[in-house]
Nanobody
């Protein structure tokens, strides 16, 4: 079992920055990808990016590339999502998720159904 808890959400203005945190506990050593997703009202859950646990490689959706950065502090079992130059379209509930074990398909790391554990989410609202 892995437990994930997001924090750091809030209401900000266009162009502001925000850092989300994901605290992981439990069998974290078996996690391969720690991903960030977001879901806006009435929309499907959208992949934001991930960090690969074994080597720290990060990968981002085009919509956030260059603005968002994922990092980790393995000693603290923390993963962060630094969000800069925020836009109204970034408004959503943000989730971190863990995909356990070796990648099993082309969608590993990218598609929600490949992820095994999810946090409860944290709301980010960007106002113009």
């Amino acid at each position: 079992q892995v437990q994930l808890a997001e924090s750091g959400g809030g209401s900000v203005q266009v162009g502001d920055s925000l850092r989300l945190s994901c605290a992981a506990s439990g069998r974290t050593y078996s996690a391969y990808f720690i991903g960030w997703f977001r879901q806006a009202p009435g929309k499907e859950r959208e992949w934001v990016g991930y960090i690969s646990a074994p080597d720290g490689i990060t990968y981002y959706a085009d919509s956030v590339k260059g603005r968002f950065t994922i990092s980790s502090d393995n000693a603290k079992n923390m993963v962060y999502l630094q969000m800069n130059s925020l836009k109204p379209e970034d408004t959503a509930v943000y989730y971190c998720a863990a995909e356990m074990g070796q990648p099993t398909g082309w969608g590993s790391g990218l598609i929600p159904r490949y992820y095994d554990y999810w946090g409860q989410g944290t709301q980010v609202t960007v106002s113009s």
